[in-house]
């Protein structure tokens, strides 16, 4: 057993092909990961062009996958007596893969860190800012990793995010939308990183090279880039940080989502902005019921269903429909079975109740 500091841990062959069942995944892909999983003690079969194509379409692959079958929700915070989240690796498995739900952005992320390192893959997680945009807010802030910002929270546009149309209902009043968000960052056989982002709920939908420009397909027309730039609130101008941006089209602005460095945030980190942000009654994710989760078609992810508070909304080529407003816990209940997969337990159901989101009719 690894006892050094730098070890993180990593799920084995047994836990990774139940993982590979729970995401639907091919098997013709499942053979070929683990078999890819070995190049790492062999580098010469590594060496080749082929090698790093065919490794950086199965990330693709898995992360698509990962991303239409693993839903990234709160649900922990609202329906459960404890109303606490865990980053450990063997907490997460038991949630995500035996029983079948999803997380929000440090747990996605956490539990994909530990697939991929579990595979062969180089993994570092990177703590990341989101920008003032992605609440409707403009000016070109950023959020801190765990600060409360007051001055953006009294909107009822609050949760709106830039590749959806989330937006509440009514106003929610002045509480802080916490936003501490984390990435994982990929070294494939080439040497070449990529941002790869399973935990923001609408977020990009493959792996991002490292590379300032670059252009890339998202969600029906949607555009996503990494751009390598400072940003407005730094007192230094030579400070550089790399800025995920997406855009509905080609014709539209870009528009900041968050940004990061590459300094490795170490599980001390992580520790401190999870309890914040799932714990303070200052945080969005306390505040509010959210779940998302893309859908796919032939292997190709094709929409996203959203559902915010009692709204459950599905977005297609551009296209937003309602699908359900739920005014009852009876009739939100039945929504997370049927939209997202999700059935929770007698003994969380009765945690929402007297809770700021429970639906009272």
């Known amino acids: 057993m690894d006892t050094s500091l730098s070890h993180r841990p990593a799920y084995t062959d047994s836990q990774l092909k139940r993982y590979f069942e729970r995401i639907a995944l091919p098997a013709s892909v499942q053979v070929q990961l683990l078999s890819l999983s070995h190049h790492r003690d062999s580098p010469s079969s590594a060496s080749s062009s082929s090698a790093f194509e065919q490794q950086l379409s199965l990330l693709t692959t898995l992360q698509q996958h990962q991303l239409a079958h693993v839903q990234f929700e709160n649900l922990s915070l609202h329906y459960s007596r404890h109303r606490t989240l865990s980053l450990e690796v063997g907490d997460l498995y038991g949630k995500i893969v035996e029983r079948r739900r999803g997380g929000y952005c440090m747990e996605n992320n956490c539990f994909f860190g530990a697939v991929l390192r579990g595979l062969g893959f180089t993994v570092c997680s990177i703590g990341a800012r989101i920008s003032h945009s992605v609440s409707g807010a403009g000016g070109g802030g950023y959020l801190g990793w ?153 292997e190709e992810l094709i929409g996203i269903v959203t559902m915010v508070e009692g709204e459950v909304k599905r977005v297609r080529a551009d296209q937003t429909e309602t699908l359900k407003f739920c005014k009852t816990e009876a009739e939100r209940l039945t929504a997370f079975k049927t939209w997202f997969g999700i059935e929770l337990e007698e003994k969380d159901v009765e945690g929402i109740k007297g809770s700021v989101s429970e639906l009272k009719g």
């Open 146 to 298: 765990y600060v409360y910002d007051s001055d953006i929270c009294g909107s009822s546009k609050a949760s709106k995010r830039l590749q959806m149309d989330w937006e509440t209902t009514e106003e929610t009043g002045r509480w802080q939308i916490e936003e501490s968000h984390m990435v994982n960052i990929v070294t494939l056989f080439d040497g070449k990183r990529y941002m790869v982002d399973v935990g923001f709920g609408g977020g990009p939908t493959r792996p991002l090279p490292l590379a300032a420009g670059d252009v890339w397909p998202g969600l029906g027309q949607q555009q996503l880039r990494l751009v390598h730039e400072n940003i407005a609130p730094n007192t230094d101008s030579g400070q550089r940080l790399w800025i995920y941006q997406s855009r509905k089209s080609e014709t539209d602005e870009w528009m900041d989502t968050y940004c990061f460095t590459e300094m490795e945030f170490l599980p001390a980190d992580y520790e401190i902005m999870n309890f914040y942000t799932s714990q303070s009654p200052k945080s969005w994710f306390t505040q509010q019921v959210v779940v998302v989760k893309f859908e796919m078609e032939n």
